[in-house]
């Protein structure tokens, strides 16, 4: 039986650490990363919203209590980091098909989810 020690868990391991890391910081100091004063380079050079935009502050503000307003896909990106993530990770892990995660059509389903993202976050 394979332990946690496995070379296909590492990754999951460390993107689940990093992402309870991130949740702490942010429900703890919201300050230490939302005065960051970083930029989208998508939307500082192409004036596009980045899948992503929006969604640190979002994250904040469901972490303490309100609705994300930023971000339409705020909601259903929590959800996912928060409940699936790490229960399909310990899915895959029990069952031993960690290499689900990179197959073909995982990749494919990504891709088209951040197109999907991209399109919602610049709806006009």
Excluded: K
């Excluded at 960690?98 to 197109?115: D, K, N």
């Amino acid at each position: 039986m394979r332990c946690f020690g496995d070379r296909d868990l590492r990754p999951h391991l460390l993107a689940l650490s990093a992402m309870a890391a991130a949740t702490l910081v942010l429900a703890v100091w919201p300050g230490l990363v939302l005065h960051a004063g970083y930029t989208c380079e998508l939307q500082a050079i192409f004036g596009l919203r980045c899948p992503f935009c929006g969604m640190t502050r979002d994250f904040a503000a469901m972490l303490h209590g309100h609705a994300p307003t930023l971000n339409p896909c705020s909601g259903a990106a929590a959800v996912v980091v928060w409940l699936l993530y790490p229960a399909a990770v310990l899915a895959a892990w029990r069952t031993r098909r960690l290499s689900w995660f990179s197959s073909r059509a995982t990749r494919c389903a990504a891709v088209f989810l951040l197109v999907i993202m991209l399109v919602l976050n610049n709806r006009f």
